[in-house]
């Protein structure tokens, strides 16, 4: 089992796990998928990945370099620390209670809502980038014709450019 961190403001401090090279395989094609891009070559990722995770075991750390964004895989040191899955126990009428008490930690999993926070994130960014703005969504040349500003300022005097046909 891996602990991941994406380097990443969106997702700054947050740690993902992956329980084997499928799940960190698939963690990686997403934050390749989360930057507008997918890998050209499969078996050159799936080869990466395993490179990645050797350095990991072999030397504690392997950080990968996904387009952009940098990826920090690392060994988890104790794997029963995330054990929990948000179970039910087997054992409540033994003294337990019917679910998970609280005492371990469930695992951490990329979701698609992490994906999707991540891209909308990135995107926001390269419009930002480019003279647009990601706030509200408009790219450089969708800004008001007369002051230059976004939606985020009110400004109704102002005439928005007609689109071009």
Not at 93 to 102: K, N
Not at 136 to 158: I, K, P, T, V, Y
Request: aromatic residues 4%; negative net charge; proline residues 4%.
């Amino acid at each position: 089992m891996y602990e991941v961190t994406i380097e990443h403001p969106t997702v700054a401090g947050k740690t993902f796990t992956a329980k084997d090279g499928g799940e960190l395989r698939t963690l990686i094609y997403g934050v390749a998928r989360a930057q507008g891009a997918a890998p050209a070559n499969d078996s050159d990722l799936v080869a990466e990945v395993g490179a990645v995770r050797s350095r990991a075991d072999i030397e504690g750390v392997g950080l990968i370099k996904v387009y952009d964004l940098k990826v920090k895989v690392q060994p988890v040191e104790y794997e029963s620390d995330y054990a929990c899955q948000g179970h039910e126990s087997l054992y409540a009428g033994l003294g337990e209670t019917v679910t998970c008490d609280g005492s371990c930690v469930p695992r951490p999993r990329f979701s698609r809502d992490d994906l999707l926070r991540l891209a909308c994130a990135l995107d926001n960014e390269d419009l930002d980038e480019t003279g647009g703005c990601g706030a509200c969504g408009l790219e450089a040349e969708q800004m008001c014709a007369d002051c230059g500003c976004c939606n985020c300022s009110r400004h109704a005097s102002c005439k928005r450019p007609t689109a071009a046909k």
